[in-house]
T-cell receptor, first 115, second 110 residues
Framework: DVKVTQSSRYLVKRTGEKVFLECVQD?????MFWYRQDPGLGLRLIYF???????EKGDIPEGYSVSREKKERFSLILESASTNQTSMYLC??????????????FGPGTRLLVL | GQQVMQIPQYQHVQEGEDFTTYCNSS?????IQWYKQRPGGHPVFLIQ?????EVKKQKRLTFQFGEAKKNSSLHITATQTTDVGTYFC??????????FGKGITLSVRP
């Protein structure tokens, strides 16, 4: 079974803090994704990566950056957390297949509260 | 950009009733996927449809891809409390990555 793990289930940070969210997958997947999920807005793609050291902006990259130094690990960074970044953050991974046809496997999510 | 639409966002049914929800796109899709997220959980892949008019079944769940490959449906026969959750459809987006609909949250009254 594919396993995607995220470093924290719950996180509380203060405005202005630098926040790191870590994601690790154990199935040698090429693609990795970061989403945020908010009520009524569904899943919105922040960033994705299809290879080590490669990254692409998703639909809402503002206020976020990412790092992928190893194939299995994809980090989401909030350089200076703000209250509007309070959300559920979901990491996902998939094999490199036909574009838009890959099945995504999600981690358990990190619920971030920024005070 | 390419979007898949799911309306409404919430639906409540009595246990034992059937339930149908739809996913619509303005353009032809190469494939459509369905995911389920239980309360407090994360999205889990259910099924992928690729062919025009394709129908796939998983126990009480029936998934169909439209003939024009612009819409899909999910039908649940005789809903149970274990069916509660949010069901997302997803299709290729403008950046060739999966784009998720906003989902429909199903609640079931016992």
């Amino acid at each position: 079974d594919v396993k995607v793990t995220q470093s924290s289930r719950y996180l509380v940070k203060r405005t202005g803090e630098k926040v790191f969210l870590e994601c690790v997958q154990d199935m040698d997947h090429e693609n990795m994704f970061w989403y945020r999920q908010d009520p009524g807005l569904g899943l919105r793609l922040i960033y994705f990566s299809y290879d080590v050291k490669m990254k692409e902006k998703g639909d809402i990259p503002e206020g976020y950056s990412v790092s992928r130094e190893k194939k299995e690990r994809f980090s989401l960074i909030l350089e200076s957390a703000s209250t509007n970044q309070t959300s559920m953050y979901l990491c996902a991974s998939s094999l490199l297949g036909l574009a838009g046809q890959e099945t995504q496997y999600f981690g358990p999510g990190t619920r971030l509260l920024v005070l | 950009g390419q979007q898949v639409m799911q309306i409404p966002q919430y639906q409540h049914v009595q246990e034992g009733e059937d339930f149908t929800t739809y996913c619509n796109s303005s353009t032809t899709l190469s494939n459509i996927q369905w995911y389920k997220q239980r309360p407090g959980g994360h999205p889990v892949f259910l099924i992928q449809l690729v062919k025009s008019g394709e129908v796939k079944k998983q126990k009480r769940l029936t998934f169909q891809f439209g003939e024009a490959k612009k819409n899909s449906s999910l039908h649940i026969t005789a809903t149970q409390t274990t069916d509660v959750g949010t069901y997302f459809c997803a299709g290729p987006g403008a950046n060739s990555k999966l784009t998720f609909g906003k989902g429909i949250t199903l609640s079931v009254r016992p």
